[in-house]
């Protein structure tokens, strides 16, 4: 299967368990969207993204926090959520006024955990030794 469909499938999975989640999108660390279910402004929601996953990274290491798992934006009108998938990849998650915030970060952090996943898995491959013949 071809690895932006795998990772679009997955940000759907997410969005079918999730009533309250108006948006969803997925970029990769330096801000090149891969994936995207918004409505609008989907190459500048990923550009801020990558943006705002690496202040909260090296606000984290800052801290002395560990690993960044989440940065969590809320305003009048609803959420957003980013996630660290992995060292490659940013879920963000755009949910509605009155989400179940615990819920939103437990399914965004296992979506998160299962992007990382998938893209780990095609990096081994590309690694792997060709086959003898």
């Not at 989907?42 to 290491?61: D, G, I, K, N, V």
């Not at 963000?92 to 989400?99: C, E, F, H």
């Amino acid at each position: 299967m071809d690895l932006r469909r795998e990772v679009h499938e997955e940000m759907l999975l997410l969005m079918k368990r999730m009533d309250e989640v108006t948006g969803a999108l997925v970029c990769t660390v330096d801000g090149m969207l891969v994936t995207s279910d918004i409505r609008s402004g989907a190459e500048q929601t990923a550009a801020l993204s990558s943006a705002l996953h690496a202040m909260s990274r090296r606000m984290t290491e800052l801290a002395q926090i560990g690993a960044l798992e989440e940065t969590l934006i809320s305003g009048a009108g609803g959420h957003a959520a980013c996630y660290a998938a992995g060292p490659k990849l940013v879920l963000t998650v755009l949910a509605a006024r009155g989400a179940n915030l615990g819920l939103l970060r437990m399914e965004g952090r296992r979506t998160a955990v299962r992007l990382a996943a998938i893209v780990g898995r095609a990096s081994a491959a590309d690694q792997a030794p060709p086959a003898r013949p």
